[in-house]
């Protein structure tokens, strides 16, 4: 009004030179009275000066102006000062939006991290007022450059750009540098005033030090708006110490006790946390996965795999007991209902960690001068076959290398060089194999726990109206995002990748390139130790060598031979063949024996010679003890090819 009321004082002497001169020049002084009377009428409205009410004084200016002769003079310069003031005051949120707008950092998202970070290690509570103007500053995007294309949001029927956008800055830049830290450090200290409750031995915290006013400023902050969402901070911050006490229990359920008195001084901070209902102890209902990532070595070491049935067997039972334990898919999926999805984190790590330890200490194994010398003069030999067109390896030369190599003695224990490579070889498939019943375990779990979830609207449906069932939608919406996803599905790349980085950077590197000739005599060592255990089991005293499978020897190498990229040179030794061809050559044989006893005792007429009739059945025992080694080497043969077709897309 102050602004208007100087452009009245600028026009009010052209107001009084037209009422003096009206009827002199009436045609003239019209057309100015009728301008005048406009600029009055929106000047002296209680109406917001629009954009159409601003081109309406603007007009009846330049019309006052040029309809003016003889008349006194209009400061044109200044009344056009004064319009640009009543423009920018009429459009004042217009400016202040445009000065303010912080759309910008939309293209600077690398300032999100430092600026929320501060807020955290800021001790000041006033810097907490400061956060939502941060989000708010953040937020500007949402409302200008993430909207910017129709075209987008002509397909689009939800703003993905922004939501993307929010779920970087809430989920990732906050979770990360608020949540995350401010949970660990109420995690922290409600664990320390527990236990310095609980052992004398140890000190209180001092109040000093350890002022809960650090949490509770972020505790009772109200909630913040960030690209039209609602953020409370207390209850991300109680999702995140619930689950965290949850996945602590299920690793550990002796600690329920002291979670749940952790759960209860919480609410000193205004924390509601929400009781993980798990049992204090357990039942003995066999192995699980508790049990497993707590003895994982040991688990390890005295159980076998079974690659086609997914199933670890222990080799013998424990001192008293009259079964064997055995741990499958349905194990692992009971294991998961019983303690939840973060026991499967644990026990991968374990995994990782015990497949890196034990491909170190069989580096260091295979490094051996002698079993290298051997390595490579079996390797010039080999190579000189294939330059003369004698590509298979042959099965005597594999058996005359097991027999020279196993006389090289390990210096740690009694075991030779080649058996302790097994060993190690066979663990790391158990691992691996581990690693792969867990997926499967965790794919059954999910599996069944869809069935209940696709039955929930078809069950509603058939008691409900459909009236009821609209209402009922969001929550069959909200069952479907709270669904379990298995987590661990791309879990061999990362074993393969750790070995790859402790490869040792060396000289001595090329000698891993001719591994592949040393299987020959591993696959014979193991065919050993094979027909061994299974011959224990049906022993009436039976030892801790008896077994029924091992598939982690055939799942170690096919590891290993695909880390290292050996698949086609081991194809290259067409040991099948060869054994193939050996096997038959000896049935053969002991047919050929067996039908010359026969023959001689039918011309003798000795049918009941005693030391005979031995030899023939000893040639018949002879003859399937050959049938069980030809179908022990093509079941290694076909589990190893197996494995190296499982391995193929985590290779790469």
């Given at each position: 009004k ?27 002084m019209s057309?100015i009275?009728?301008?005048?009377s ?5 000047l002296k ?9 601003l081109?309406?004084?603007?007009v ?7 309809e ?27 400016v ?9 950092l939309f ?20 810097d ?45 830049v906050?979770q ?13 200290t409600?664990r ?21 006013s ?5 505790i009772?902050a109200?909630?913040l ?6 953020f ?18 299920t690793?550990?359920?002796r ?5 749940t ?17 798990l ?10 996965l ?8 040991e688990f ?9 049935q997914q ?11 009259r079964?064997?334990?055995t ?10 209902s ?10 991968v790590?374990?995994?990782?960690h ?30 000189d ?16 290398f ?30 691996l194999?581990l690693l792969r ?14 069935k209940?979830?696709a ?19 969001p ?19 990362h074993?393969?990748q ?10 001595n ?7 592949y ?26 030892t ?8 982690g ?7 290993l ?5 050996l698949?086609?040179?081991?194809d290259?030794l ?8 050996q096997?038959?050559?000896d ?14 005792q ?12 031995n030899e ?37």
């Open positions: 102050l602004i208007a009321a100087k452009m009245f004082k600028i026009l009010a002497h052209l107001r009084s030179f037209v009422d003096c001169h009206h009827s002199t020049q009436q045609a003239q057309r009275e009728a301008s005048l406009v600029l009055e009428s929106i409205g209680g109406q917001p000066f629009s954009s159409t009410r081109h309406a004084i603007k009846a200016i330049y019309s006052c102006y040029e003016q002769e003889g008349g006194p003079a209009i400061d044109l310069d200044r009344l056009q000062e004064i319009y640009e003031e009543l423009d920018t005051f009429s459009n004042i949120d217009d202040i939006n445009d000065g303010c707008n912080c759309s910008f293209f600077h998202t690398a300032l999100c991290a430092p600026l929320v970070r501060h807020i955290y290690r800021s001790t000041d509570h006033s907490l007022a400061r956060i939502q103007s941060i989000f708010s500053a953040f937020s500007d995007a949402s409302h200008g450059i993430l909207r910017a294309s129709t075209y987008l949001e002509r397909i689009y029927s939800a703003s993905i750009q922004i939501d993307k956008f929010r779920h970087f800055f809430l989920g990732e906050v990360r540098e608020i949540i995350c830290p401010v949970v660990a450090d109420i995690e922290n409600l320390h005033r527990i236990h310095a409750k609980n052992i004398p031995e140890m000190s209180s915290l001092n109040p000093h030090n350890h002022s809960i650090v949490f509770t400023k972020f009772e109200p909630p708006h960030f690209c039209g969402t609602a409370s901070m207390k209850a991300t911050i109680e999702k995140n110490l619930v689950a965290s006490l949850y996945n602590s229990s690793v550990g359920l600690d329920t006790n002291s979670h008195e952790m759960a209860v001084l919480a609410n000193s901070y205004g924390l509601t946390i929400v009781d993980s209902i049992p204090a102890r357990t039942a003995d209902q066999g192995v699980d508790i049990h497993i990532n707590k003895q994982f070595e390890i070491s005295s159980y076998n795999y079974n690659m086609n199933v670890f067997m222990e080799r013998s039972t424990m001192k008293g007991g079964y064997i334990n741990v499958g898919i349905e194990t692992v999926s009971a294991s998961l019983r303690h939840g999805f973060g026991i499967i984190s644990a026990t790590d374990r995994a990782h015990f497949i890196s330890k034990t491909l170190k200490i069989f580096l260091s194994t295979i490094s051996n001068e002698i079993l290298i010398s051997s390595i490579s003069k079996e390797m010039r030999w080999f190579e076959q294939q330059q003369n067109e004698k590509c298979a390896y042959p099965y005597d030369r594999a058996l005359a097991w027999h020279d190599i196993s006389s090289v003695q390990s210096t740690e224990n009694d075991l030779s060089l080649l058996d302790e490579s097994k060993i190690l070889i066979t663990r790391i498939g158990n691992a194999g019943l867990l997926r499967s375990g965790e794919m059954y779990f999910v599996r069944h726990s869809r209940y979830q039955a929930i609207p078809t069950e509603c449906g058939n008691s409900l109206k459909s009236k009821n069932i609209s209402k009922l939608q929550l069959f919406e909200a069952i479907q995002r709270k669904e379990p996803k298995p987590e661990g599905i791309h879990i061999f790349p074993a393969f750790s070995f790859r980085e402790m490869l040792p950077i060396s000289e590197i090329e000698y891993l390139g001719s591994l000739i040393l299987y020959p005599a591993l696959s014979l060592s193991w065919l050993d130790s094979t027909l061994r255990g299974k011959g224990m089991l049906r022993k009436k005293i039976k801790s060598e008896g077994f029924f499978s091992d598939d020897f055939p799942l170690g190498n096919a590891f031979f695909q880390a290292l990229g698949t086609k040179k081991i290259g067409n040991w099948p063949q060869s054994f193939r061809k096997f038959a050559h049935k053969l044989g002991i047919l050929e024996r067996s039908l010359r006893k026969e023959g001689t039918e011309l003798n007429g000795e049918k009941d010679n005693v030391d005979d009739n023939v059945t000893r040639l018949q025992l002879a003859a399937k003890q050959l049938e069980l080694k030809r179908q022990e080497m093509e079941l290694l043969q076909f589990s190893l090819h197996a494995a190296i077709i499982m391995f193929d897309d985590a290779a790469e």
